[in-house]
């Protein structure tokens, strides 16, 4: 597992709002994103996050990044990548508290790759708060599952797929992840 820690502190009392990275944040791609010159931000991110932020959330992005392990994306690239997305939401006012990543193939059967929770559960460990009450943004059912071995409250964000989902799940499923975030995260007045 590759761990980056954005945050120092334990967050105890406050909330976690888990992302996946790819065809969340940015736009994915079925030869995976290799470099900084693949990495295209949705334009709904930078509003979506400072939302969350506001509503108290802490961010923690989770992402399986098997092209690391089969050799396709190169290391020094993969935290080049990181490092853009870090900074560019920095620039934003938007601090990540944690970000891990799976670099392994799904043969390896490690824990970390989702569907497998052992990302998430390595963030509670680290950051100390408490799974049940987070909430996990993602767009596969893999993240899906993930979220529900970790007893995290799943949500989906499909954008441009959302129109071709079978939409008999369960779980609560959105076209953006600002729609997601304003109907998640916020508060309700009681
Ligand atoms: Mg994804
Ligand atoms: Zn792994």
Redesign the pocket.
């Known amino acids: 597992m590759l761990i980056w820690i954005g945050s120092p502190k334990p967050l105890r009392a406050e909330k976690v709002l888990f992302l ?5 944040i940015n736009r ?1 791609r079925a030869d995976y994103v290799k470099k900084v010159e693949e990495f295209c931000l949705f334009p709904d991110v930078i509003p979506a996050l400072r939302l969350a932020k506001k509503q108290g959330y802490s961010l923690i992005v989770v992402s399986n990044q098997s092209g690391i392990g089969r050799g396709i994306i190169n290391i020094g690239n993969f935290w080049r990548i990181h490092f853009f997305l870090v900074q560019l939401l920095q620039k934003n006012g938007i601090f990540l508290t944690g970000a891990l990543y799976c670099p392994h193939r799904p043969e390896q059967n490690c824990r970390c790759r989702k569907p497998e929770p052992g990302m998430l559960v390595r963030a509670a460990d680290i950051f100390s708060f408490s799974l049940p009450g987070s909430i996990f943004i ?3 059912k893999t ?1 899906v599952e993930a979220a529900q071995k970790a007893e995290c409250r799943p949500v989906l964000v499909l954008r441009e797929k959302v129109a071709y989902f079978d939409s008999t799940y369960e779980y609560p499923i959105y076209e953006s992840l600002m729609d997601a975030v304003a109907n998640e995260c916020i508060r309700k007045e009681t």
Request: no cysteine.
């Open positions: 996946d990275r790819d065809g969340v994915d993602g767009d596969r993240d």
